[in-house]
């Protein structure tokens, strides 16, 4: 009987630490989109400072650089809201 009892807590500690890693590593997700979002809105500010000075080309760029982040963290919070299902 005690040996059962062994075993089944060996198991369930195996199952909350599997499930603490996978709260460990949503969370991070959830920061990394977190800051790609707020740089990409210190970049829009910026892009339109630049478009009152007339520095077109730069302001191409910086907006498809954003462009790019924001598809990356479409498809992180997409993969996180797949991960929460």
């Known amino acids: 009987m005690?040996?059962?009892t062994k075993i089944f807590a060996?198991?369930?500690?195996k199952f909350n630490r599997r499930k603490e890693n996978e709260m460990?590593?949503?969370a991070r997700q959830r920061v990394v989109a977190a800051g790609i979002?707020?740089?990409a809105?210190?970049?829009l500010q910026i892009t339109n400072m630049r478009l009152a000075n007339y520095e077109y080309l730069v302001v191409s760029a910086e907006l498809m650089e954003t462009a790019r982040s924001?598809?990356?963290v479409a498809r992180q919070l997409r993969e996180l809201h797949d991960l929460t299902e």
Request: hydrophobic letters at 20%; aromatic letters at 0%; glycine letters at 0%.
């Open 41 to 43: 809105a210190e970049t």
């Open 70 to 72: 924001l598809k990356t």
């Open 37 to 39: 979002i707020a740089k």
């Open 24 to 26: 460990d590593t949503t």
């Open 10 to 13: 060996t198991k369930k500690n």
């Open 2 to 4: 005690e040996t059962k």
